[in-house]
């Protein structure tokens, strides 16, 4: 907006804070800040040490004043020195007739202030475009099978994210009723996962191209991601799920990951436990075959670590025993509301707190009969 009445006191306001209440401006600035501290303060904690209590504030306050300068460039950091020298040395008393040490001083840092917003900028703008080809990765909607009802979502605690999820038609399945499930977390945050995620998701469907058993296809993941996890500290987790609507049956595997919900329509609950160590860590790992039925009016709730982990501003962990209880509490509804409900629930726990994992959700349910959508 740049026209007469830009710069109108309540356009400006509107500008400034893009709406956001009072409140809502301190949330996200506590938040920000919290994530800002965490980051800097384990550099600084470790450069402490041992360091005596007493000189602990001094020590945390200079080492933490170094930390934040030398995440500039050399260029950078002369040019910031210099311009908080300045400003010291020239007092806050700015003369525009005749401009004064602090004044230098001040442009300094506007200068480097505009440079690293820049780089911000320009950095945005390519996780911009990353997010755009990760989006290109997932599946945008869910199969339409006969007698099954699917959801899914996924929501990145940055920019781009390391949780994957896949559903696919077996190959060779003439009816399109056996499907196969995938939901994996790949360790680690932002880009980095971003990339073993996008590697784990060719490696996924290049493998299934010949329709493997579930288990060859659990052992040739788990060699494929231990050639590229540093030795074990890449690992992925992971819930591999053939689910047969024809014969009504789950078959599974999980590579340490949490264990997925299954809510029988009879009000009973059972975890898939069955599986083994994450992929990534020990190339002849073994992994043992879960096999349960799943009949109609079934629910299944396959979620990656960052749902029970996500914390609200006391630092609470939303936990498996919340979700466990809302989903026992589900009432005869969509996939879909399920996901959106379930969802809903864990962001009005944390409420405007800043979440440092993705959070990706699979719902499955099996119709009752009379439930089956039409063709």
């Known amino acids: 907006m740049t026209g007469p009445g830009s710069w109108h006191p309540r356009v400006f306001l509107q500008r400034l804070t893009e709406g956001l209440a009072l409140r809502e401006l301190w949330s996200q600035f506590r938040s920000e800040a919290q994530a800002s501290y965490r980051l ?21 306050a200079r080492e933490l004043f170094w930390v934040m300068v030398l995440k500039l460039s050399p260029a950078r950091r002369v040019v910031l020195i210099t311009s908080l020298l300045l400003a010291a040395l020239g007092g806050m008393r700015p003369d525009l007739n005749r401009p004064s040490l602090s004044t230098y001083g001040v442009v300094g840092l506007l200068i480097v202030l505009g440079m690293e917003l820049a780089d911000r900028v320009a950095m945005k703008r390519d996780l911009e475009i990353a997010r755009e080809i990760q989006s290109w990765l997932l599946p945008q909607t869910p199969p339409r099978v006969p007698g099954l009802d699917i959801a899914f979502a996924t929501q990145s605690a940055n920019t781009v994210g390391g949780d994957y999820y896949d559903v696919m038609v077996r190959v060779g399945d003439a009816d399109g009723r056996k499907l196969l499930l995938v939901v994996a977390d790949v360790v680690g945050k932002s880009m980095p996962a971003a990339l073993l995620m996008a590697t784990f ?49 789950l078959t599974y595997i999980n590579a340490g990951h949490n264990y997925p919900i299954l809510w029988r329509a009879r009000g009973r609950l059972e975890r898939l436990t069955s599986g083994g ?48 209880q809302l989903v026992e509490h589900s009432p005869e509804e969509s996939a879909e509301a399920t996901l959106k409900r379930v969802m809903a629930e864990v962001a009005r726990f944390t409420g405007s707190t800043r979440q440092h994992d993705d959070m990706t959700m699979l719902v499955v349910r099996a119709e009752r009969p009379e439930e089956s959508r039409p063709e």
């Open 40 to 60: 800097y303060s384990a550099e600084v904690e470790g450069e402490l040490g041992s360091t005596p209590r007493w000189r602990r504030a001094f020590g945390f």
């Open 277 to 324: 160590m994450p992929f990534g860590i020990r190339a002849g790992a073994a992994y043992e075959i879960g096999t349960v039925p799943f009949t109609a009016g079934d629910l299944l709730v396959v979620f990656t670590d960052g749902v029970v982990d996500a914390i609200n501003e006391r630092g609470d962990e939303y936990g498996d025993p919340r979700l466990i």
């Open 201 to 249: 998701q060719a490696t996924v469907h290049a493998l299934v191209a010949t329709s493997p058993p579930l288990s060859e296809l659990a052992q040739d993941l788990n060699r494929c991601v231990c050639s590229r996890s540093q030795g074990g500290r890449r690992f992925t987790t992971a819930l591999l799920a053939e689910l047969d609507a024809h014969n009504e049956v």
